[in-house]
């Protein structure tokens, strides 16, 4: 999965779970590697999850600002 940086995706915890290596005869603990890429892709869960809470409160709030600024507008015209 050799991608260039222009068209690199974002990874999805699914993908850090699911992610398999090469085994080598010295290699690394299978075990430990499987334990830290699961509290990666948790941690890169709880990331995109906050994410997507700030982008919806940032729609939220320049949505109010607009209504606001469009009131204010308003109550001048008719002053």
Known sequence: ???????RTPLHPWQVRDRCFN?????????EIRTFLHR??????????A????Q????RIKNA???WQSAQA???RYR
């Open 65 to 67: 600002l607009r209504a």
């Open 74 to 76: 308003a109550n001048r």
């Open 51 to 54: 994410l997507v809470a700030v």
């Open 1 to 7: 999965m050799n991608q260039t940086p222009m068209n």
């Open 56 to 59: 919806e409160e940032n729609v």
């Open 40 to 49: 990666v892709a948790d941690e890169l869960a709880v990331a995109q999850t």
């Open 23 to 31: 085994v080598r005869r010295r290699g690394l603990d299978p075990v």
